[in-house]
């Protein structure tokens, strides 16, 4: 399996309709891109000050599989529309489990 982890932290002024947004539109992405295997993503809890604000854990079977969800028109949309506009900084780690 190869794990992909993604951490935003948001913009000032990002609203909450914005951030339910990112959320809702990543979620469809499940059902357009078959190499996904698993889809977690959520808001920070808040326990800890300083975390990041959001974050994604997608799996797939390989890192060419990965690739396939990475370049992937549905996916690129997602990032120009509705994450670009409101991202202050992102980060990101892919691993094999």
Same mark, same amino acid.
């Given at each position: 399996?190869?794990? /992909? #982890?993604?951490?935003?932290?948001? @913009?000032?002024?990002?609203t &909450?309709?914005?951030? %339910?947004? #990112?959320?809702?539109?990543?979620?469809?992405?499940?059902?357009?891109i078959?190499?996904?295997? %698993?889809?977690?993503?959520?808001? &920070?809890?808040?326990?800890?000050?300083?975390? /990041?604000?959001? $974050?994604? *854990? @997608?799996?797939?079977?390989? %890192?060419? &599989?990965?690739? #396939?969800y990475r &370049?992937?028109?549905? /996916?690129? $949309? *997602?990032?120009?529309? /509705?994450i670009?506009?409101?991202v $202050?900084?992102? $980060?990101? #780690?892919?691993?094999?489990i």
């Amino acid at each position: 399996m190869f794990r /992909h #982890v993604v951490l935003f932290t948001w @913009a000032e002024g990002a609203t &909450d309709e914005q951030k %339910a947004t #990112v959320a809702t539109e990543l979620r469809k992405l499940t059902e357009i891109i078959p190499e996904i295997r %698993a889809y977690t993503l959520g808001a &920070d809890a808040g326990v800890n000050p300083g975390n /990041h604000e959001f $974050a994604i *854990v @997608a799996d797939f079977d390989s %890192a060419d &599989d990965f690739l #396939v969800y990475r &370049d992937h028109p549905e /996916h690129q $949309a *997602v990032i120009a529309k /509705h994450i670009k506009p409101i991202v $202050a900084s992102r $980060a990101a #780690v892919q691993f094999t489990i």
